[in-house]
Nanobody, 118 residues
């Protein structure tokens, strides 16, 4: 299972960095996975925040483009999400995702809470 860390409570305009470590079951084939971050706010569906391919090509939701940066370390089998200029509407549980490009199967973390409030 993927393991997330770095959530918390910050004021609007603040920053947080989320990190995710891949489990041993996929570390040997880490480069066959697109890594991503999703979020789910109360009463809403889970949505894609950002994703990054093994060649480090990123993709962002319009709502976070220019504020969030996704990165991955293929040697350490980790993916991170740097979140700047956070807004109250960014409040959600953030989930790390690994999608196998060959099978389209998904692996998920348990999620980490991010709360933006003054």
């Amino acid at each position: 299972q993927l393991v997330e860390s770095g959530g918390g409570l910050v004021q609007p305009g603040g920053s947080l960095k989320l990190s995710c470590a891949a489990p041993r079951t996929i570390t040997s084939v880490y480069n066959t996975y697109v890594m991503g971050w999703y979020r789910q706010a109360p009463g809403k569906q889970r949505e894609l925040v950002a994703a990054i391919t093994s060649s480090r090509t990123p993709n962002y939701a319009d709502s976070v483009r220019g504020r969030f940066t996704i990165s991955r370390d293929n040697s350490r089998k980790t993916v991170s999400l740097q979140m700047n200029n956070l807004k109250p509407e960014d409040t959600a549980v953030y989930y790390c995702n690994a999608r196998n490009v060959n099978t389209n199967s998904d692996s998920w973390g348990r999620g980490t809470q991010v709360t933006i409030s003054s």
